[in-house]
């Protein structure tokens, strides 16, 4: 919130406001003791959803610039473009690696199980290309032809007629 050039009451009151918090968890009849909470924020906050975009606001600030970071609520979208397929895999596979560490040094975590890997391009081009393997955690991502992404289905492939003159050819990749 300091780099953001919130007040200094500000701060102060969302420190207080996120600190010394317990929780209880109900399951049933269940109810466990109380525990301490050192993270994270409450959930079914309207402020919620503002506090987490704050705190992961500055990620894009890591990356390369082969590769740019879309971001839609808790939805990270990792795209990278060029010419030469082996390229994009890498910039991408470079940006993954910094992504993650970003997210362990905050305290998250990326799911691989929830992530996906789509090559985007011409026919010619997809028939030419083996499945990357673009990693999280050493998981390797699931390689798909078709994804829901923030509410759309899109596929992999680029039809001419679907891209501005002189832009054939130019491939991409989507995390």
């Known amino acids: 919130m300091k780099m953001y050039n919130f007040s200094k009451n500000t701060i102060k009151f969302f420190k207080y406001y996120l600190s010394n ?3 209880i968890v109900k399951g049933g009849d269940l109810v466990s003791s109380s525990r301490t909470v050192f993270t994270g ?3 079914g906050l309207i402020i919620g959803p503002i506090l987490y975009l704050i705190y992961i ?3 894009h600030m890591k990356l390369t610039m082969s590769s740019s970071l879309k971001m839609y609520a808790d939805d990270l979208t990792l795209h990278s473009s060029g010419f030469k397929v082996n390229e994009i895999k ?3 596979q470079e940006n993954i690696d910094i992504v993650e560490k970003w997210f362990n040094m905050n305290n998250m975590k990326l799911n691989p199980n929830k992530s996906k890997c789509m090559l985007i ?3 010619k081009t997809l028939k030419q290309q083996s499945y990357s393997n673009i ?3 050493e998981t390797i991502l699931e390689n798909v032809d078709a994804h829901k992404l923030m509410g759309i289905y899109i596929n992999n492939k680029k039809r001419r007629n679907a891209t501005k003159p002189g832009f054939q050819r130019f ?3 989507l995390i």
């Open 121 to 123: 391009g011409t026919s």
């Open 21 to 23: 918090r317990t929780q």
């Open 57 to 59: 606001n500055d990620i």
């Open 41 to 43: 924020v409450p959930q």
């Open 171 to 173: 491939n991409q990749a």
């Open 90 to 92: 890498n910039a991408l």
């Open 135 to 137: 990693c999280i955690n």
